[in-house]
């Protein structure tokens, strides 16, 4: 459960572990599928049996096996075209994440498939990303990418606690190991960054940015000049680039009610050495860079717990869930948290509030 930075695996060979029925339903039951849970058709299935699940945010293509889902699930969306989008949802009560269907039924072979093999290009699936916000500025607003996400750098995509608690909690130092534990905001993803060339740039999640001329606008841009992110860069004298939040109006809904944009640190990384700073060094490096009488400051994601015992506090995954189940800065529902272990850069993962999936995302 390393974190990784290859595509998301959104199709994937996993193993049943327990069917479980639902009340006053003949023809449905839920699935539990590691950590998740999926209704079925009753029957379908039984512990043991090996299944092609499809996760959340999955963006199934449009072909006759999946015309089951077109009542539900068909959007057309843009960058995306038309498809199946699989979301959190909720039948007879019941909490419903992903889809869960029998290697048969998208004829495939038993004996050349092993558990966690990878089905998402063969099977075309594509990420679902709500598009990126354009606020109205007054002003034109331009989104023009200067080329794909750098090379040099990596993009933070921690994995859900439902593909990796078991793992998690079977390691031998799991007692020994503290995390982290700060509150996910609900923005866009934004890198800002000054490389081995002493190239200053911005991005998105998946593009590095030009900057606009004239009077064009990009809120990427126009919140990296806001708060001296190249100035600050350069003064601390290191090739590492900052990951955060962006949040303001016209973002996600803006359900913090910012009345202007900002950023919230949540990720350094460390471009010479290739690796990303660990907790204790982050928040002592935005000491650094906040350390100048410019405003406004960088503002970092609110740490709820900086030494928390992962083992202890979260034995089951009800628990874990429970957990992320939180007010934000001024929300109800806030839209998870993220772990981060202070000792091992690589061991970092998520817990999305279920609540948020079903009330509050796109």
Not at 66 to 94: D, M, N, Q, Y
Not at 112 to 119: A, C, K, M
Request: hydrophobic share 40%; with cysteine.
């Amino acid at each position: 459960m390393e974190e990784t930075f290859t595509e998301r695996k959104l199709a994937t060979i996993r193993r049943i572990k327990a069917t479980n029925p639902i009340a006053n339903a003949d023809n449905i039951e839920v699935a539990i599928v590691d950590g998740w849970q999926v209704v079925a058709k009753k029957g379908e299935f039984k512990a043991g049996d090996l299944c092609v699940y499809f996760e959340i945010d999955s963006f199934l293509p449009v072909e006759e096996r999946f015309e089951f889902l077109r009542k539900s699930c068909f959007r057309v969306v843009a960058g995306l075209g038309e498809g199946f989008r699989l979301k959190t949802i909720k039948l007879r009560g019941e909490l419903s994440q992903g889809l869960a269907l029998p290697l048969p039924s998208l004829c495939l072979q038993l004996d050349t498939l092993e558990i966690g093999y990878d089905l998402t290009e063969m099977l075309r699936v594509r990420k679902y990303e709500a598009p990126i916000p354009m606020p109205n500025l007054g002003r034109s607003m331009q989104m023009l990418p200067k080329g794909n996400f750098p090379s040099f750098m990596r993009r933070t995509d921690q994995e859900r606690i439902q593909n990796c608690f078991d793992t998690l909690v079977e390691r031998e130092d799991i007692a020994a190991l503290r995390f982290e534990v700060t509150l996910k905001m609900d923005g866009s993803s934004m890198t800002v960054f000054l490389n081995d060339h002493d190239q200053f740039g911005v991005c998105s999640r998946n593009l590095e940015l030009k900057e606009p001329t004239g009077d064009a606008v990009n809120t990427f841009w126009l919140v990296g000049r806001m708060m001296h992110m190249e100035e600050r860069l350069r003064r601390v004298g290191r090739h590492i680039g900052l990951q955060g939040a962006l949040m303001g109006p016209g973002i996600n809904s803006n359900r913090e009610r910012f009345t202007q944009f900002t950023f919230y640190l949540f990720a350094i990384y460390d471009i010479d050495q290739q690796h990303y700073l660990l907790p204790a060094e982050r928040v002592k490096l935005l000491e650094e860079l906040n350390a100048d009488s410019l405003e406004p400051k960088i503002l970092h994601a609110p740490i709820i717990e900086a030494g928390f015992d992962f083992s202890t506090t979260l034995p089951t995954i009800q628990a874990a869930l429970a957990y992320a189940d939180r007010p934000s800065l001024v929300h109800p529902i806030a839209e998870g948290v993220v772990l981060k272990c202070n000792t091992m850069a690589g061991l970092t993962f998520k817990i999305i509030n279920n609540k948020y999936l079903l009330k509050c995302e796109e």
